[in-house]
């Protein structure tokens, strides 16, 4: 019995670990702050997600409200972002985003996903100090 | 006046729980019996005043009392009342009061419960429950205070978060802390029967009810956050692998093997040091899964910055790590199982892979969830792992799990237990290999998760109804009862094997559900002017009109958006885009038309012309409803379980009764022979 249970044991083991492996292969991606991206070009051609605050210059959002151009900002470069999808609720100048995507050759970083970090239920006193801030 | 109270009861209320802690341990130690029952009595005073603070929280936000800074953050004074009070747990300190709250009514009840039993064991328990009421206590008291108050006087509040004006946000959270809170009870009896050393398995009896009953808040609770999700998120999703949603998944995993587990425990006395490290573990992951969401250690889509109350979290969360590793290393003797696994190929030895496989996805999903941490500390880059992660690696995993749950009450825990899984697997195997041969040839499945997924839920199906329909009719055989009464006679005598048959089923329409969604829903992009006329997904979508309506705290854009079904059939979806007073941001809210063969979801884009064109996003999801439809029926086979017998049954013997799940005898096991 014992062995038959090492045996069971090993087997899946191998499994998983495979599974882990295919998992962790395929479905990784660099998460980078703006700055941090911008100042390596390896970046360049690779899926990442990228996260910064948007800028309230030069935000644009389509009407039909499925697009949104945008200047994601870091702490001292800011890149370009095209974001194609329903806009989040909490997406507003300020707000902190990640997007997933890639830079396109003119530089635009093109994006089908994004996180919103504004909303929450466990805000804490930071954030509160920002909305307390609105006019 | 009320603030104060509110204050000093949290400080009274950490005190007593501490003084409740010293008390018992100085009753175990000493035995001291007096001491013992003053410890008790000291834990009630715990929840009477953890009590009187939240009634003093809840007092602030109904009168709209702005001195309060957390009153000033998540209300406001138009706020509609039922919203107000639910703001209670709409930021950290009060999410953790009510936390504590429930804390102090499970253990409360849990120590007036138990007060019968004259064990060595109870005090140490009851130490261990008020230790964690103290712990909670001073987290509020030092690092997460509801009754801070405002810097400056306000006028109004800011008002609370659109996205927690829903109804699923109201029950959410409490349900899932109770479940939280309720994992303490068999955390603090196994922490007792470990200090005392006790040899036999008695108290695992208690401590299955309290694991059931846990393991269902949490899921309800685990549930209702999926449901909100879905319904206010607007992207069309239930689930998606958020590090918030998976910290409440993990310990539902292991907890799930734990119901199980308990009850080979109880019957064989094996799984011994299994079920203790199950155990332990499923009371640290609530907290772990805590400490990582609200410590700031991990990127969320839930905001999270970092604040101290992390590391109270880490500090408690590593006591009780090396706490239960002493204890379970110190008593590994005891642990040790009173007879070895007949076979792998039997009852005991499906739960024994059930429970492994369910670890293991609660490794993986850990894994996933702190790769960020991970990468960062064995690479240079941090990394996140996406939801084809999960995909990958979870979902073969937990569909093994539910082919085993389809096969595993099929098995017997005798030597007969391969032939028997042959002969019973035969009729349910036949009807789900006939069923993937008609989806795939008559109806062109492809994908090979739909058809795996039906296979196992025809098998699951069938495999209970097989089961059923052999107990009927060796009832009425035995009885003379027709077939109804012999049903529910049948049914009633073994709430705990029907009842888990009946969670079976509702898991099985779950999967059913998220597989569904899964693989065949659909997403499209509509643009209608008015009146216009679109087909998407054999849908005829009309745009009726655009109005705007004024609500309590509210103004909203209305779309009148008529849907036509092939039949005929036609549904005015309405959905909306709000302007709440309070936030500058708009809110888009769902339209959804539900029915069992799928959803239609509609969230309002954009518009254009002043109301004359306007852009839509269209999901349309099948069998979502089967999710929260298995939801409630899993709810109801576990409520069912914990029920005693309803009404007294004649017992009915035939020859060589088996044993049901809990070793109990089976009155229709012998037909089946």
Avoid at chain 1, 89 to 113: H, I, L, R, W, Y
Avoid at chain 2, 442 to 468: C, F, K, N, P, Y
Wanted: proline share 4%.
């Amino acid at each position: 019995m014992k062995s038959k249970l090492i045996i069971a044991g090993l087997i899946l083991a191998a499994t998983v670990s495979y599974l882990v492996y295919a998992g962790v292969s395929q479905g990784w991606v660099y998460y980078l702050e703006v700055d941090a991206y911008l100042a390596k070009p390896e970046y360049r051609g690779q899926t990442v997600r990228l996260c910064g605050r948007v800028g309230a210059q030069g935000l644009v959002r389509d009407a039909a409200g499925l697009t949104a151009r945008f200047n994601l900002l870091g702490k001292t470069h800011e890149i370009p972002v095209v974001y194609h999808g329903v806009v989040p609720d909490m997406f507003k100048p300020g707000c902190e985003v990640v997007v997933e995507g890639k830079q396109d050759k003119a530089g635009v970083f093109q994006s089908t996903m994004m996180l919103t970090k504004c909303a929450s239920k466990y805000e804490t006193e930071d954030h509160a100090k920002r909305l307390g801030q609105r006019p | 006046m009320m603030i104060d109270v509110g204050n000093f009861a949290l400080a009274g209320a950490m005190l007593v729980a501490a003084a409740s802690a010293l008390a018992a341990v100085h009753g175990a130690v000493n035995g001291v019996p007096a001491a013992v029952r003053l410890a008790r009595w000291l834990l009630g005073g715990f929840l009477a005043l953890i009590s009187l603070s939240s009634a003093a929280l809840i007092d602030a936000l109904v009168h709209s009392n702005f001195q309060v800074a957390y009153v000033a953050n998540y209300t406001e004074r138009a706020l509609p009342v039922g919203y107000k009070i639910a703001a209670f747990w709409a930021g950290q300190s009060g999410s953790l009061l009510l936390w504590a709250w429930l804390l102090g009514v499970v253990s409360t009840l849990a120590a007036v419960l138990w007060r019968r039993r004259q064990d060595a064991a109870y005090p140490w328990a009851l130490a261990t429950l008020a230790a964690v009421c103290a712990f909670f206590g001073a987290l509020m008291l030092f690092a997460a205070n509801p009754f801070v108050l405002s810097v400056r006087p306000v006028a109004d509040g800011q008002g609370l978060n659109p996205l927690l004006q829903n109804s699923g946000m109201i029950a959410h959270p409490p349900v899932l802390f109770a479940g939280y809170a309720a994992f303490t009870v068999p955390f603090a009896a196994l922490i007792g029967a470990l200090m005392t050393g006790q040899k036999d398995d008695e108290w695992v009896q208690p401590v299955r009810r309290w694991v059931l009953a846990a393991w269902l808040l949490l899921g309800v609770g685990i549930l209702l956050g999926a449901n909100w999700a879905y319904t206010e998120l607007g992207w069309g999703g239930y689930w998606a692998w958020d590090p918030v949603e998976n910290a409440s998944l993990l310990p539902w995993l292991t907890a799930t093997g734990l119901i199980h587990s308990l009850v080979v425990q109880r019957r064989s006395g094996i799984f011994r040091g299994w079920n203790a490290g199950l155990i332990a573990g499923t009371f640290l992951l609530c907290i772990f899964g805590t400490y990582l969401t609200r410590s700031g250690v991990i990127q969320s889509v839930h905001a999270f910055e970092a604040s101290s109350i992390g590391t109270f979290f880490l500090v408690f969360l590593g006591c009780g790590v090396l706490l239960s590793l002493g204890l379970i290393i110190w008593r590994r003797n005891l642990l040790k199982p009173a007879q070895p696994l007949d076979s792998l190929l039997s009852r005991d030895g499906a739960f024994l892979i059930a429970n492994v496989l369910l670890t293991l996805i609660m490794v993986v999903t850990m894994v996933g969830t702190i790769f960020p941490i991970i990468s960062r500390v064995m690479t240079s880059h941090p990394m996140e792992v996406k939801t084809n992660f999960y995909n990958t690696v979870v979902a073969p995993l937990a569909m093994v799990v539910v082919a085993l749950m389809a096969v595993g009450p099929l098995l017997s825990g005798g030597r007969h237990a391969a032939a028997d899984l042959r002969r019973r697997l035969m009729l349910p195997a036949a009807a789900a290999v006939a069923a993937v041969l008609v989806a795939v040839v008559a109806m062109a499945w492809r994908e090979a998760w739909s058809v795996v997924t039906l296979a196992i839920v025809v098998l699951t199906v069938g495999a209970i109804l097989q089961e059923l329909i052999r107990g009927v009719r060796a009832r009425m055989a035995d009885s003379q009862e027709n077939a109804a009464t012999a049903l529910l006679r049948l049914v009633d005598g073994n709430h705990r094997r029907y009842g888990a048959q009946m969670a079976h089923l509702g898991i099985a329409m779950l999967v059913a559900g998220v597989v569904g969604s899964s693989v065949f829903g659909q997403k499209h992009d509509l643009a209608l002017t008015r009146g216009q006329e679109a087909e998407v997904a054999g849908l005829t979508f009309t745009l009726r009109d655009l109005n705007q309506t004024r609500h309590e705290n509210y103004s909203a854009v209305e779309a009148n958006l008529m849907v036509t079904q092939k039949d005929g059939r036609t549904a005015m979806l309405k959905p909306q885009v709000r302007y709440y007073d309070k936030f500058e941001q708009p809110a888009s809210e769902v339209a959804l038309d539900s029915t069992l063969r799928r959803d239609i979801y509609v969230t309002l884009a954009g518009w254009k012309d002043e109301g004359h064109s306007a852009t839509f996003q269209v999901i349309v999801n099948p069998l979502v409803a089967w999710i929260w439809l298995g939801g409630l029926v899993v709810t109801l086979g576990g409520i069912f379980a914990m029920l005693p017998t309803l009404a007294v049954v004649p017992a009915v013997q035939p020859g060589g009764a088996g044993l049901d799940l809990a070793g109990n005898p089976q009155p229709s096991g012998g037909a089946a022979r």
